[in-house]
């Protein structure tokens, strides 16, 4: 089946500074890609859907020059949380939908823990 | 608008009984839905989806879920569970057809088995 790889899997950084996560898709070509945050005991709330060659669309309340999102490639978006802040602490999770008629079902990174201290 | 309901927050089963997980869904097109599995600390495991045909779909480790459109429900079953079915399950709903259409998920059930 498909598979979507992320990564780092965790990443500790001090507060101030900008940390990136890799989604990749490595066996199809996604247009789209999904990025997702996860508070602890809380559910999969998304942020923003990102879009090959063009803008991210961000959900209402994330904050678009806080959370940078590049989709510079079939295979490849980024996730960068700039300034960061220990609130920004959280599973961050990706995922990108093969597009083939009649199966758009989403394929899942395994998560990227970050933890700002 | 899409959204899931997942009324349970928390359910605790003994081993080797029967458990049904709850969701609801609201969609104005044809849905797709999805269950999935999380572990503590690790990612997302698709346990079934649906989208067409048959309204009782077979998933792994032994799930199964029923999509009843009247009730615009999606519940999961496990006909015996096993110790190592504790996880958080989500429920989820897409548009089907559509590969940029995002995946909104219900709030989660946290399973917990009594030995």
């Known amino acids: 089946g498909a598979v979507v790889s992320q990564h780092p899997s965790r990443v500790i950084c001090k507060s101030g500074t900008s940390v990136k996560i890799e989604c990749r898709s490595l066996d199809f070509q996604a247009t789209t890609m999904f990025w997702y945050r996860q508070f602890p005991k809380q559910s999969l709330m998304l942020m923003a859907t990102?879009?090959?060659?063009?803008?991210?669309?961000?959900e209402q309340g994330v904050e678009k020059d806080k959370f940078l999102i590049n989709h510079a490639s079939l295979t490849l978006s980024t996730l960068t949380v700039t300034s960061a802040h220990p609130e920004d602490s959280s599973f961050y999770i990706c995922s990108a939908k093969r597009p083939s008629q009649g199966d758009t079902e989403a394929f899942f990174g395994q998560g990227t823990r970050l933890t700002v201290v | 608008a899409q959204s899931v309901t997942q009324p349970d927050i928390h359910i605790t089963v003994s081993e080797g009984a029967s458990l049904e997980l709850r969701c609801n869904y609201s969609?104005?097109?044809?849905?797709?839905l999805f269950w999935y599995v999380q572990s503590p600390g690790q990612g997302l495991q698709l346990l079934l989806k649906y989208f067409s045909g048959d309204t009782l779909v077979q998933g792994i480790k032994g799930f199964e879920a029923e999509f009843k459109r009247s009730q615009s429900s999606f519940n999961l079953r496990k006909p015996s569970v096993h110790w190592s079915d504790a996880a958080e399950y989500f429920c989820?709903?897409?548009?089907?057809?559509?590969?940029?259409?995002?995946?909104?998920f219900g709030s989660g059930t946290r399973l917990s088995i009594r030995p």
């Open positions: 990102s879009n090959e060659g063009s803008k991210a669309t961000y």
């Open positions: 969609y104005g097109a044809t849905p797709y």
């Open positions: 989820a709903v897409g548009a089907l057809y559509s590969s940029a259409s995002k995946i909104i």
